[in-house]
T-cell receptor, first 113, second 116 residues
């Protein structure tokens, strides 16, 4: 069945470091891909999305490119801040009649000053 | 504006008791989803409503779990005869679109259920 695999966490970086969180997926057809973020004490919120191959989603300095050939959607940011500390979830939607999300296991990011 | 709200935020119950978890979606949102999230894992889909119609319940783990959305707004997830393995964070999300390939889902803060 459809699935999403993320790199293991936690990831600990110093402020202004470069961030990559790997995400690969398995799905029949061409799903839509998402990154959701959960800040401490809050609910999940959409960070960015891409709906077709080679699309780049971007928001708040984060970027991810939909790579069909490698079935990947890696999250990147050039310079992280302490406020980026959160849990990041990669997810896909394939069953378009319901829009149900299939999530990866989440990657915890801790940014130290 | 008001986001998705869930109540209670925390629920501790004894094994064998029934629990009801409430979700109040963003006003006017057509779609409503329930997910369950174990510690250290991503959310897993439970069920989906389009207005009041439950169109997908493929993620409900067994017949102890049920959900309703009778007037197309507030939804209740009910777990009967709770078991310790039911302990998890239960998350509700709503969306302004019907199903959809790319629609953003807006999540509530979740209900942390602990079954003793």
């Amino acid at each position: 069945g459809d699935s999403v695999t993320q790199m293991e966490g936690p990831v600990t970086l110093s402020e202004e470091a470069f961030l990559t969180i790997n995400c690969t997926y398995t799905a029949t057809g061409y799903p839509s891909l998402f990154w959701y973020v959960q800040y401490p004490g809050e609910g999940l919120q959409l960070l960015l999305k891409a709906t077709k191959a080679d699309d780049k989603g971007s928001n708040k300095g984060f970027e991810a490119t939909y790579r069909k050939e490698t079935t990947s959607f890696h999250l990147e940011k050039g310079s992280v801040q302490v406020s980026d500390s959160a849990v990041y979830f990669c997810a896909l939607i394939w069953a378009s009649n319901t829009g149900k999300l299939i999530f990866g296991q989440g990657t915890t990011l801790q940014v130290k000053p | 504006g008001a986001g998705v709200s869930q109540s209670p935020r925390y629920k501790v119950t004894k094994r064998g008791q029934d629990v009801a978890l409430r979700c109040d979606p963003i006003s006017g949102h057509v779609s409503l989803y329930w997910y369950r999230q174990a510690l250290g894992q991503g959310p897993e889909f439970l069920t989906y409503f389009n207005y009041e119609a439950q169109q997908d319940k493929s993620g409900l783990p067994n017949d102890r779990f049920s959900a309703e959305r009778p007037e197309g707004s507030i939804s209740t997830l009910t777990i009967q005869r709770t078991e310790q393995r039911d302990s998890a964070m239960y998350r509700c999300a709503s969306s302004p679109e019907r199903g959809g390939f790319s629609a953003e889902q807006f999540f509530g803060p979740g209900t942390r259920l602990t079954v003793l």
